[in-house]
């Protein structure tokens, strides 16, 4: 991490070296391979969590279930079960992962969400069929996890002496301009109604329409 | 960013961007368009520059949720916007958060 890294690139420099285990959620849940999806629904609203993983009798990891992965059991909810609906092939990574790169792996394969387990013996990696050398996952990683933490991670990347405060970033000299029209135009607008007289107006549907954001 | 952080804040994956002021759907944005904006260090960029153009698919109120869930599978739709009414209105989202929620409640 350099300091002359260009402003608009520092967040993305922070998630690329920044290691998976300081984002990820550590621990997982853990559900029989046999409980019915039903079930799988309940633990998952029970803890508030987005997905658990499926076991079997020995402790063998049968695959990963997430809320889309419930909906393949929605025609038989209490006769399906975890085993039938699980992801048997989910994205796994180590925990010595830049953040950046298991962002790249997650939008490559269009998931929101990875297994993060120790590292096998070999230099091969990220295999479902190498989970065995892996060993208990030791939690997940999840898109929101990396999105909730934008602040944080951009803050790491501006500390030092010299950090601005969030609100002090570089506006661009093009929505400074854009700004200054758009303030402009409203302006007109007021004048033009305050001086023609007409009864104020509503949008339907919009609560606030003076914010212009509904 | 102001949309990544409202997202986290409701807890929700997709939102739907709506012209100012008006019903019309502009496009959507799901937490994989924000994180790519992320990774690109778009962290300035306003919502139209990272959201999907493609026009979110719709579903009906009143439409049973095995019809949802099919369309959903078959058509490997992340969430419909769900409208009502004549002309038809947006009045909510369905994802597989929501049916994962009526799942555990059943």
Known sequence: MTATAAPDASLG???????????MRHGVVLCDADVSVRD????????RIGAVLAVDISSEVIGLIDESSLVRGWSE????????????????????????????????RGLTRALVAPPPPTEESGRWSEWKERGLPLGMIAV?????RLDELGAAVRGGSAAPP????????????????????????????????HPQTTTPGCSNPTQGGC | MEVA???QEDGVAHVVVASA????????????????????????????????????????????????????????????????GTPARPVGLLSHTELAAYLARG
């Open chain 1, 144 to 148: 929101a996890d990396i999105l909730g």
């Open chain 1, 40 to 47: 799988v629904a309940r633990t998952m609203r029970d803890h």
């Open chain 1, 13 to 23: 420099d922070t998630a690329r070296t920044r290691p998976v285990r300081e984002v």
């Open chain 1, 77 to 108: 909810p209490d006769r399906t079960t975890a085993a039938e609906i699980a992801d048997v092939d989910p994205l796994i990574v180590d925990p010595g992962d830049a953040v950046g790169d298991v962002a790249r792996r997650m939008l490559d």
């Open chain 2, 21 to 84: 002021g008006s019903d019309l759907i502009a496009g959507s944005i799901s937490e994989l368009d924000l994180l790519r904006a992320v990774i690109e260090g778009k962290t300035e960029a306003m919502a139209s520059d990272v959201m999907s153009l493609a026009a979110p698919a719709t579903i009906a109120a009143k439409e049973p949720l095995a019809v949802a869930v099919k369309r959903m599978r078959d058509e490997g739709i992340a969430f419909y916007v769900v409208v009502d």
């Open chain 1, 166 to 197: 969030l609100g002090a970033r570089r506006v661009p000299p093009a929505a400074i301009a854009a700004t200054v029209i758009a303030t402009l135009l409203l302006l007109g607008l007021m004048l033009f109604l305050v001086t023609h007289g």
């Open chain 2, 5 to 7: 952080r409202k997202m």
